[in-house]
Nanobody, 122 residues
Framework: QVQLVESGGGLVQAGGSLRLSCAASGRTFSWLAMGWFRQAPGKEREFVAAISQSGSDTLYTDSVKGRFTISRDNAKNTVYLQMNSLKPEDTANYYC???????????????WGQGTQVTVFS
């Protein structure tokens, strides 16, 4: 079981940028596909982005395409989410998660971090 710790959240004005990081423990990080999800108050957790084990394949939800970029550094056991042109509707708690393959469903992920809060104000 891999343990995941997110960081990088905060308060940002609309149009600004943030980079989230997710550090993974253990030596199996390069075997895992990684994903980012988010959950706003009163809403269900939703898929944001995912990346394959090598980083060659990525997947995004439509609302973040062209604004968010997922990447990973297997040497550092870390996955990133670069978020640009942020909007108030991006406000949520952001979670990283690990899976055996790239997946956009919650059920596909077996390990989750505790989340990091992102708040975008206009």
């Amino acid at each position: 079981q891999v343990q995941l710790v997110e960081s990088g959240g905060g308060l940002v004005q609309a149009g600004g940028s943030l980079r989230l990081s997710c550090a993974a423990s253990g030596r199996t990080f390069s075997w895992l596909a990684m994903g980012w999800f988010r959950q706003a108050p009163g809403k269900e957790r939703e898929f944001v982005a995912a990346i394959s084990q090598s980083g060659s394949d990525t997947l995004y939800t439509d609302s973040v395409k062209g604004r968010f970029t997922i990447s990973r550094d297997n040497a550092k056991n870390t996955v990133y989410l670069q978020m640009n042109s942020l909007k108030p509707e991006d406000t949520a708690n952001y979670y990283c998660a690990a899976a055996s393959k790239v997946d956009l469903t919650l059920e596909g992920y077996r390990s989750w971090g505790q989340g990091t809060q992102v708040t975008v104000f206009s």
